[in-house]
């Protein structure tokens, strides 16, 4: 064989028994367990150096290789009509629009970065922007949007004072990123609880606009034999060495310093310079019709990203790590799995490297800009499927590359737990005090203390801001008319009370959310939240959460066919517990993206006139379950909202046909806090600034308090009355009963008999909760 | 007549260099982005635009860095030829750090501080109405006298200051005060949230002496078509698209640079 290992470098594990191995492995901080190194040597038909035991410590880690969660992720739909790319790469791509032949699509890329987010809260939130932003601009787009769903621990509970910390540090983390490299934040949503306390979920979505003829895919091109590896940025460092390791293990208090040389330094400045530089690169590439392979390097660097992009083209590679710029003297294990930030991977035929180097070195001149930063290149893409890397003259690596790249996967057992949940005999309520109780609990109170941080207008091209409406919208292509919206969701206490359900109703409100703009939900990504997998009874709860996020998206079609919703982009993260082994709630965290042909016909939830009437769609249930009114009276209960497949499509359907007959005022779903909640926040409009009151008049058979705060799925619209007859047409169509509640008048919120409370009330009460939360 | 030519100048960290070259664009200017070490001859451009974001990484302070870059010292010549430079959010800081503006004494006068505001520290974005000031700015001449107009804002330096004695009192006298943060009616009340960031004299954008460089934090280009407007409501995408109020500013920068 050529290129034969270095023999100083092999670690002889063969001949260790399994505590010699176990001590080694810890002192050099390998989190592989025994049978997995084992599993090496066998692969290799000898033993690995130090560095190829880094690599496949890093590519058979739980972040890298999804090994527990592969198998059940084919129960996901990924394809689909409007599908461009599903979840192979970097990110997914669903079809927007096509004009004038040329067809546009939405890329849509969503992660988490929750341990380093809990221990290093400001750079940990801040490199997961910087992570999902790579994702979405190595497909070759352009980013225009980001969403940040949080999970915060309770914020009067046990550990209030960090809980307080960490969500500020995390906000000014997502702004001090997204901010200065001119995206803008345009969804995302806010829940605390005492389930988060000791980690929390910081999740992170980015969308981009690209032409489908400008897609660049993250693997080698055709005949990519004799091409260049080049990486471009920051220089190479210790930092964020074992990031990947770090996300598939459990927090430990003990670990806490070590832990924080896991997490990655974010560097927007450079950020910014490097995507102008590489939008540069695109259109130098197109203007010269060069193929090129382009990918993000995010989770165990260097290593994870040249040996996939020459894989996925079915490719070998050969390194020289001397060739690797970088900012300190590091062994060879570390320049390839550190993950410094803001680099990426390129490969290109070796004409292209100079106008590379030229954009890159000289025409934003990186080495300015940053210390250490450049463009790069380190090797050349082999026919002969290896990996081979070299250091300081000696063969570092040299194993098959699809060993490197194709993980393992376990089949992990599951086991329903045994629970024992139960409704709350509550005594009616003082309704004037409930309701504001209800608008103030930081679950549903304005979240303007969190977004008013964040850019929202840089690029121009929000139309529907974060506050104004249940979803962002966007008009992303210069004078057409097309929108893209945007919308996160998913109630960690209704995971809590059944994953399964948990999961379908994010699946179901984020849908929702984006219909109740008027935009037709089109694609999805799913972040799933959960513990240790490794215990039966957290599997479990994964198991349901993905079985939940399929049906959900295989049962309310794409509109027009009876296709799925496409799930084209997501990510898993494990062992979100603390030492103590108390997970977090399951959640499976979803963001929705909707087409809307016409931005025009789009509205949002601010009441818009007096003396129109207030619909109901989506019968009130008594499923309280996980609800904010039961979370004010302490009491957690059993029964949890759950989605009617057929029902709720039927009812999303209505909605977006009678928005686009232009027959609605505002619209607004009903989630966290229930139909009195959402008409309060329709009153009060994103601002807070709203002057029209509503009179309602709510015929239920479920006493008034259930009637009030039950958050089964529903919609309430506003109607000019003389459209009221058209809407009931578009509802019997589709089989979905309207119920008149009441009208807009006055200037109170008032159920008669029950509530009477002027605006100026609910508006104290809905603005102060969440910065209540944050001081 | 020959198409007024701008650049829209990028330095490292500028973030609103397209839809600020897109506003150009809109009023039927030509504009190019330019890098901060562009080889291109900057005299053959009628007029510059700097737009916001974060040059330098705010190093120092904000807009220190950029206002020493050597392309600074070629927009300062060609502003003093007269042509027109507008200067928006960092690019504001930008010019108030050269000393450009106000430009009264060839010298540093003022200085955009930190945000005071009551709600939120740091960075802040929201929409606010300006006035438009009686002033002899260039770029305010396609507005009417006293307009009203909502416009964003979003920065964590934007509140003009100064320690030299006199000198608000002088930039009265001189009509530089081009911009005045106020509310849906008018009033310049300077209270939060009407005066967004404690600015001294509710003061949102000043001019230089002759009215040809204007130093603003709101960003006209972001409300440079309605459907930028916030309080969405449904209207056909024709009146979506039509010109908001933020393109009145390049309008008149088009029709300045013709008239010379």
């Not at chain 1, 849509?108 to 997961?128: D, R």
């Not at chain 1, 382009?294 to 790590?321: H, N, P, R, Y």
């Not at chain 2, 009628?46 to 737009?51: A, E, S």
Request: glycine share 10%; proline share 6%; net charge negative.
């Amino acid at each position: 064989m050529q290129n034969p290992v270095d023999p100083e470098q092999i670690v002889h594990i063969s001949k260790m028994g399994d505590e010699e191995l176990l001590k080694f492995m810890k002192e050099n901080g390998i989190s592989l367990k025994i049978s997995e190194a084992r599993l090496i040597s066998n692969k290799l038909g000898r033993d690995p150096t130090l560095t190829e035991l880094y690599i496949f410590n890093s590519e058979w880690s739980e972040h890298c290789s999804y090994k527990s969660s592969k198998n059940l992720l084919k129960m996901l739909p990924t394809t689909g009509p409007n599908v461009i790319q599903g979840p192979e790469e970097d990110a997914g791509i669903i079809h927007l629009t096509t004009i004038d032949g040329e067809r546009y699509g939405v890329i849509l890329a969503h992660e988490s970065h929750n341990h380093p987010s809990q221990v290093v809260p400001y750079e940990g939130a801040a490199t997961g922007i910087g992570g999902i932003v790579r994702d979405v601009i190595c497909m070759g787009g352009r980013i225009i949007a980001s969403a940040d769903p949080l999970r915060f621990g309770d914020p009067k509970g046990k550990f209030a004072n960090r809980t307080k910390y960490i969500a500020n540090a995390v906000v000014d983390g997502i702004s001090g990123y997204t901010n200065p490299i001119g995206v803008p934040n345009l969804g995302g949503d806010a829940y605390f609880n005492s389930s988060f306390d000791d980690n929390c979920l910081v999740n992170v979505v980015s969308i981009g606009l690209v032409k489908e003829k400008d897609i660049i895919h993250s693997r080698a091109p055709e005949n990519a034999e004799g091409f260049d590896v080049i990486i471009v940025g920051k220089g190479t460092d210790n930092s964020g060495f074992g990031g990947a390791s770090f996300a598939s293990l459990v927090l430990d208090e003990e670990d806490e310093e070590s832990n924080k040389g896991a997490v990655q330094v974010p560097d927007p400045f450079l950020k910014n310079v490097l995507i102008r530089a590489t939008e540069a690169a695109f259109r130098e590439a197109k203007k010269q019709g060069i193929e090129v392979g382009f990918k993000d390097m995010g989770a165990a660097g260097i290593m994870c990203s040249t040996s996939e992009i020459a894989a996925d083209g079915g490719f070998g590679v050969k390194l020289d790590l001397d060739k690797v710029h970088t900012t300190m003297e590091i062994p060879s294990f570390i320049i390839m799995c550190a993950e410094t930030q803001e680099r990426f991977t390129w490969v290109v035929p070796p004409n292209f490297t100079p106008t590379i180097l030229k954009i890159y070195n000289e025409d934003f001149e990186l080495p300015n800009v940053a210390e250490g930063a450049r463009a790069s290149v380190i090797g050349k893409v082999t026919k002969e499927k290896q990996y081979i890397i070299k250091h300081k003259g000696k063969v570092v690596c040299n194993a098959p590359i699809d060993e490197v790249t194709s993980g393992i996967v376990y089949d992990r057992p599951y086991k329903e737990p045994k629970r024992n949940f139960k409704e709350p005999n509550l005594p009616e309520p003082d309704y004037n005090e409930m309701v504001l109780k209800v608008l103030n609990h930081p679950n549903v109170a304005s979240k303007i203390p969190i977004y008013k941080h964040y850019d929202t207008e840089v690029q121009g091209l929000a139309v529907i801001r974060p506050g104004e409406a249940d979803a962002g919208l966007m008009n992303p292509i210069e004078n057409h008319a097309v929108g893209v919206a945007l919308a996160t969701d998913s109630n960690p206490k209704y995971g809590r009370l059944d994953p399964y359900w948990g999961a379908g109703m994010a699946v179901a409100e984020a849908m929702r959310n984006v219909a109740a703009i008027g935009a037709v939900p089109s694609g999805l990504t799913d972040c799933l939240c959960y513990g240790n997998p490794e215990k039966p009874e957290v599997f479990w709860q994964f198991v349901e959460g993905v079985r939940g996020v399929a049906d959900a998206a295989k049962n309310i079609w794409l509109k027009g066919t009876e296709d799925p919703v496409p799930v084209v982009s997501g990510n898993v993260s494990f062992y979100n517990e603390n030492a103590f082994g108390k997970a977090v709630d399951p959640s499976a965290i979803i963001n929705c993206v909707g087409v809307i042909e016409d931005v025009g016909k789009a509205i949002t939830m601010k009441i818009k006139s007096e003396g129109s009437g207030l619909y109901l769609i989506g019968e009130r249930k008594d499923e309280l379950g996980g609800s904010v009114y039961y979370e004010v009276n302490g009491e957690l209960g059993a029964n949890v909202p759950k989605v009617d497949f057929e029902k709720e499509r039927a009812m999303i359907y209505t909605v977006i046909d009678a928005i686009d007959k232009g027959l609605v005022l505002s619209c607004h779903d009903i989630s966290d806090g229930g139909l009195v909640t959402a008409i309060a926040e329709m009153i009060l409009g994103g601002e807070a600034d709203g002057k029209i009151g509503a009179e309602i008049n709510l015929k239920s058979e479920l006493r008034a308090d259930k009637a009030f705060f039950s958050e089964s799925s529903g919609f309430v619209l506003e109607l000019d009355e003389k459209d009221v007859k058209e809407v009931e047409n578009i509802c019997k169509e589709h089989g979905v009963e309207l119920v008149k509640i009441g009208e807009t008048k006055g200037e109170s919120l008032v159920v008669k008999g029950l509530v009477d409370l002027p605006i100026e009330k609910l508006k104290q009460s809905w603005t102060s909760g969440v910065k209540e939360a944050l001081r | 007549m020959k198409k007024p030519k701008a650049a829209v100048i990028l330095f490292p960290g500028t973030n609103c260099e397209e839809e600020t070259a897109r506003s150009c664009i809109s009023v039927g200017m030509d504009a190019d982005i330019l890098r901060w070490n562009t080889k291109e001859d900057l005299s053959s451009y009628d007029g510059f635009v700097l737009p916001g974001g974060w040059s330098y990484e705010d190093r120092v302070r904000a807009g220190a860095v950029a206002s020493k870059d050597r392309i600074m010292e070629t927009i300062k010549k060609e502003a003093k030829g007269g042509k027109p430079v507008l200067g928006i959010c960092n690019g504001a800081q930008i010019l108030i750090e050269t000393g450009i503006v106000p430009g009264i004494k060839n010298d540093i006068q003022m200085a955009l501080a930190k945000n005071i505001n009551p709600l939120i520290s740091g960075y802040y974005c929201t929409w606010v109405n300006i006035k438009n000031n009686p002033s002899n700015c260039i770029f305010t001449k396609s507005l009417g006298k006293g307009e009203i107009i909502p416009i964003p804002i979003a920065h964590g330096e934007g509140r003009f200051t100064t320690k030299e004695e006199g000198l608000l009192e002088q930039l009265i006298k001189n009509s530089q005060v081009v911009f005045k943060y106020c509310d849906e009616k008018g009033e310049t009340i300077d209270k939060f949230p009407i005066n967004p960031n404690g600015s001294i004299n509710n003061i949102a954008g000043l001019c230089n002496p002759e009215g040809n460089v204007l130093a603003m934090m709101p960003h006209p280009e972001r409300c440079c078509w309605n459907r930028q407007l916030p309080g969405f409501e449904r209207k056909s995408f024709q009146e979506m698209n039509d010109p908001g109020p933020g393109r009145k500013l390049f309008q008149a920068m088009k029709e300045y640079i013709e008239g010379r």
